[in-house]
């Protein structure tokens, strides 16, 4: 069954010992959220362990407690504790294999998510699809819990909700989202600082990849559909690495014809990573779930096995039947 904040929060108070994860390959959402609750059970007492399957991405690594993410495939465990005195907090995860990490399963399992098509695996559930951002939800538990907004918590609150909106420009963003916004602003952080620490730390392979990425651009039906491509090779021909692809799939919706984008990053021979973004009410979530992936409307990913060609081509054709 689907439950609240105030469901999430009772839970919370029932145990001291907390795992929080989030889904591999790590957004902004998904970091902002962990570090956020987790700096807010702190305030609690409450013993707190974070668990990712993949690093922090470089931009987000100087905010404030993320060095307290260990990068592990499997849970830990502490031994000396009695069953069922952990609970685990899982973000933005519509399965427990999202996470790539094993071991989560405890008696008590909070599910946080605003993806469509969770699977209510927890047991303390709470789906929002209204949310602009797994942020705002734990905004509303941290509230629920009655723990004021430190700077800390606010910091990671917006790093959770200016990523997922990419800069308060696609999602379900509502009066809700700028509410919460302006709470942040009022601890004493400065909005502007922080999307600087954000969106413009990165070093200049970075610039060279954007150059590389747009030049070897393809446009298809009519320019509303654009298709980047990169693999290690480029990275490593511009200086880069995969800390610096962060956000580049947003690139060709600066122009007024392209209504989607598909990044395909290649993984190995025969495996591609296919990350897109859309505009208004082009879904590429349909042809992310058409391939075994999730996400929203307007942001969504996969992973398709074939050849760079055959990838593409399936991309293309499944786009195709979204676009007006």
């Avoid at 399992?109 to 699809?129: A, K």
């Avoid at 990419?166 to 601890?187: D, K, L, N, V």
């Avoid at 610096?244 to 591609?272: I, S």
Wanted: hydrophobic share 45%; with cysteine.
């Amino acid at each position: 069954m689907n439950g609240s904040a105030t469901d999430v929060a009772a839970a919370i108070r029932r145990h001291d010992v907390f795992l929080i994860t989030s889904h591999a390959r790590p957004d902004g959402d998904a970091i902002g959220s962990q570090l956020a609750m987790a700096f807010a059970l702190d305030t609690l007492g409450k013993r707190v362990r974070l668990v990712n399957h993949d690093p922090v991405p470089g931009a987000y690594r100087s905010f404030p407690g993320a060095d307290r993410i260990v990068v592990a495939p499997e849970a830990p465990h502490l031994p000396d504790l009695p069953v069922g005195a952990e609970a685990t907090i899982v973000m933005e995860c519509g399965d427990l294999a999202r996470s790539e990490v094993t071991g989560l399963e405890r008696p008590t399992v909070i599910n946080i998510d605003h993806h469509i098509g969770n699977t209510m695996f927890g047991s303390v559930n709470w789906f929002d699809g209204s949310a602009a951002s797994c942020a705002e939800m734990v905004a509303d538990v941290i509230d629920a819990l009655g723990v004021a907004w430190t700077q800390d918590i606010a910091a990671h609150l917006y790093l959770g909700i200016v990523t997922d909106t990419g800069g308060f420009r696609h999602g379900p963003i509502s009066a809700r989202t700028f509410h919460a916004s302006a709470r942040i602003a009022a601890t004493g952080v400065s909005p502007a600082l922080l999307s600087r620490e954000i969106f413009d730390s990165f070093g200049v392979g970075r610039i060279r990849l954007t150059g590389a990425l747009l030049n070897s651009m393809e446009l298809h039906h009519n320019n509303r559909l654009a298709v980047l491509y990169y693999d290690d090779e480029i990275l490593a021909a511009c200086g880069a690495t995969s800390d610096d692809t962060d956000g580049l799939v947003n690139l060709p919706l600066g122009a007024k014809d392209v209504l989607a984008v598909a990044l395909v990053r290649k993984q190995t021979d025969t495996q591609y990573r296919v990350s897109m973004r859309s505009k208004g009410s082009v879904s590429v979530r349909d042809v992310a779930v058409a391939h075994g992936g999730g996400g929203h409307t307007n942001a969504a990913a996969c992973s398709i096995a074939g050849s760079r060609m055959s990838v593409t081509s399936a991309i293309v054709a499944a786009i195709a039947i979204a676009l007006p």
